[in-house]
């Protein structure tokens, strides 16, 4: 009788380690797709801040430039889905950006900029005299690039500098307001991570997967209202709407405007 109580009790026993391991099993798998899941939101953000700079450099030979990397953390909410928090790094503007509607590209006011640029120079402070070379020999380089060149047509020759150069197709608005557009630009590449990326987190169709997207850079305490200059964003899709992507009955323009967008 008590040899038979002992194996009852060694197979109990064994029955609870193995729903324990399988139980940690599962655990470990679903902090795995999370991790893979902060690692393409990381992506993401780096794809619109990739797509905004490589406008803006196509237009002026000294983009912005971002504050730091992108850091995503991501956990589970029982009975409310997966969240994400992603510190956005911002954009800073070089010192040389207002001149960027003098920049052409007629190679003879290119001269005549660097020119001016090199005198402008000596006067400016010496920290950031470094910028203002480097874009004199940007502008030098982009003049000489261009350099005469002699055309033939219909009509004869014709001198290059007679010739109008189409400048480089960049949206308006990304010039007009560079920080906004890399907003946009971030936040496209997030909704499209979210839908496109998210099959593997197993959301169930009442769940929801949301992001919140925020500034990510130290706030200075000696300035006052500092805060008051950081946003953050959040998007949040239901797990539904994921699975019919998924499964072919939702476009992915269908299903972008499934995602709730909230700014604060």
């Known amino acids: 009788m008590v040899r038979i109580t002992s194996v009852g009790i060694a197979v109990v026993l064994a029955g609870t380690v193995a729903g324990a391991q399988q139980a940690d099993d599962t655990q470990v798998k679903a902090r795995q797709r999370i991790a893979m899941m902060e690692g393409t939101l990381e992506s993401a953000v780096k794809i619109g801040a990739d797509n905004l700079l490589r406008q803006v450099k196509a237009a002026v030979p000294d983009p912005p430039m971002l504050t730091g990397a992108p850091e995503v953390h991501g956990f589970r909410l029982d009975g409310y889905g997966i969240f994400f928090d992603v510190g956005v790094p911002m954009l800073r503007l070089p010192v040389t950006w207002p001149l960027r509607y003098m920049i052409n590209s007629d190679n003879r006011d290119l001269e005549i900029l660097a020119t001016e640029l090199k005198e402008l120079m000596a006067q400016v402070d010496v920290r950031y005299q470094p910028q203002f070379a480097q874009v004199v020999r940007r502008l030098e380089s982009r003049a000489q690039a261009q350099g005469p060149v002699t055309l033939r047509g219909p009509a004869g020759t014709v001198a290059a500098s007679q010739v109008q150069v189409a400048p480089p197709a960049v949206d308006a608005r990304v010039l007009d307001n560079p920080a ?22 197993a959301l169930g169709p009442e769940e929801w997967l949301t ?14 209202g500092d805060m008051a200059d950081f946003s953050t ?18 476009t992915l323009e269908e299903a972008r405007q499934k995602v709730e967008v909230r700014e604060y």
């Open 180 to 201: 906004e557009g890399y907003t946009r630009e971030v936040k496209a590449a997030l909704v499209d991570a979210m839908i496109e990326n998210s099959g593997p987190l």
């Open 211 to 224: 992001v919140a997207a925020r500034d990510n850079v130290p706030r200075d305490p000696l300035i006052p």
């Open 233 to 250: 964003i959040i998007f949040r899709v239901k797990g539904s709407d994921l699975a019919a992507f998924r499964a072919g009955r939702m």
